[in-house]
């Protein structure tokens, strides 16, 4: 087990609505990054937080939004969903002054 | 940005066999390799890690090597259990100490067959 706790596990949302997934880091950790996972592929890098900026995007567009709150916890929101973003979330946690990252297990996203 | 290939993308092995997965990167720059495990259903969980100083490290059954030159690196289990089933993620980053982005393969599916 790593720390990092996401909710909700499961959920279906309808083409067009908007979702919230949210992550509580590790103990001790300051940043966290939010991945998405589509099924049979590797986690790709949504964005980081630090210090409750933004501190890094991929290649996702700004319908993809975060929030990184003063107690390190953290949410993602996807507004205008579409069905592609049907996949796993990940949120990971870690500290700016080092590499790792640990991973929760997941918010599981279907888009209808 | 950086790019990392992952072969095979299955593999079965018999028990107690050794089994071996390859990763190439594209930049350079990249200095921190982890290699992560995840079950069906569950987050991708950190089993090892190698930094660009290292050419090798080893815990238990599970090594990791690194080859800066050909930029490729491989992680390697020995005397495989079923336990050992699942899909591995390579991943490489430029660590900057100012937070980083991870950039993963496409994952192989190990199959350890009792």
């Known amino acids: 087990e790593t720390g990092v706790t996401q909710s909700p596990t499961h959920l279906i949302k309808t083409r067009g609505q908007q979702v919230t997934l949210r992550c509580s880091s590790q103990s001790g950790h300051n940043t966290v990054s939010w991945y998405q996972q589509a099924l049979g592929q590797g986690p790709q890098f949504i964005f980081q937080y630090y210090r409750e900026e933004e501190n890094g995007r991929g290649n996702f567009p700004p319908r993809f939004s975060g929030l990184q709150f003063p107690n390190y916890s953290s949410e993602l929101n996807v507004n205008a969903l579409e069905l592609d973003d049907s996949a796993l979330y990940l949120c990971a946690s870690g500290r700016v002054e080092g590499n790792t990252i640990y991973f929760g297990e997941g918010s599981w996203l279907t888009v209808v | 940005g950086e790019n990392v290939e992952q072969h095979p993308s299955t593999l079965s092995v018999q028990e107690g066999d050794s089994a071996v997965i390859k990763c190439t990167y594209s930049d350079s720059a990249s200095n921190y390799f982890p290699w992560y495990k995840q079950e069906l259903g569950k987050g991708p969980q950190l089993i090892i890690d190698?930094?660009?100083?290292?050419g090798e490290k080893k815990d238990q059954r599970i090594a990791v090597t690194l080859n800066k030159t050909a930029k490729h690196f491989s992680l390697h289990i020995t005397e495989t259990q079923p336990e050992d089933s699942a899909v591995y993620f390579c991943a490489a980053t430029i660590d900057l100490n100012t937070g980083n982005q991870f950039y993963f393969g496409t994952g192989t599916s190990l199959t350890v067959i009792p």
């Open positions: 190698i930094r660009s100083n290292v």
